[in-house]
C-alpha cells in the first residue's frame, strides 16, 4: 500500500512530495474486483499535509473560479473550458496542480507504468459536495478520453455505478434518466454497484465503465454500508481495498456508518480535442504559458 511519508508541517509550509520515496505496487494490484472492467481504487494516494495544501489552495482560488450548479454544489475548472462542441479551449493549470507537489504529474506516472496508452490529462474539475449534495448519474462523455482519475479530499462518500436497462430484456423496475441529448435512455432503478470513497485515495473509471455506465453520488449526511453477505444498508465492493483494517472489519461485520462532512473532489481527464497554438505550449498534458 502507498505509505504516507512524513509527519505534520505547519499548514503554511508546502509539504514534502509523497511517492519520492515510497513504493506503489502496480494498478492491476488496485482493481475493483466484481464490476465490470474498469474501476481501480487506490487508498491513501496522497497524504494528509498534501490534501490540506491542496483544499487550502482550492479555498484560496479566486472567486469567478467557483461556478454553482442547480443543487447547490461548487465546481471549479482548470485547464480549461470545453466549448458547446465538446472543443476544450485550453488554459494553463495552476503552479499548486503541476508544480509542488506535481499532482498531475504523479498521477500520470502511475497510470502510465500500468498502461499501454499513458494518460496527458489537460483538465481538472474539482467539486465540492457539502453534507447532503450529490450528483445525478451521469457519463462524462465522449469529449473525454475513457480514463479518467478522481482525487478525494475531505470526507467520505458513496459512489454509485448505474447501468442502462436492457432493450432486449428489461428488467423492471426501471426509471427513466433525463438527459439532454436527442436520445434520452433508461437506468436501471438500482445501482450496479457501491463504491466506498475515502478522503485521500485516488479512483480510476475506465473502459467499458467509463463509455457505457453511469456514475453518481445520491445527496446524503450520513452512511451506512456494509461488505458481507447480509449487512445494513448498500452493499460496498471496494472493501478490500480500503486500506483502514478497522473500517474493514466494521464492514464486513455487518454495517459501517458515518456522517458526511464536505467532500472535495478533483477529476483529471483528457479532453479529445483541443484548440491548438495560441500563447500557450503543451506543457504535461496541461497547458504551460510559452
Ligand atoms: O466527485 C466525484 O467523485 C465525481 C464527479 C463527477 O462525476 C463529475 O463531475 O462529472
Redo the contacts with the bound molecule.
Sequence with gaps: MPIAIHDDLPSTVEPEAQGSSSSFPDLEHFRVQGIPPAAYYVPEFITEDEEEFLLRKIEESPQPKWKTVGTGRR?QYWGGNMSKNGVLLPEPFPDWLIGFPNIVERIEHFLADSSATAPSFNQV?I?E?QPGQG?SP?E?GPAFKPLVA?L?LGSH?V?DIHHYASTVSPSPPMTATISDDATPRVIAASPLAHLL?MPRSL?VLSSSLYTSHL?G?RGKEKDEVHAGEEGKGDRIVNAELLGQAEIGDALREGSWTAERGVRT?L?FRTAEKTVKGGAFSLHRGGMKKA
Design positions: 465546481l474539475l467539486n459536495y450528483i451521469h462524462d478522481t478525494s462518500i459512489l470513497v479512483l456514475h453520488i473532489s477529476t
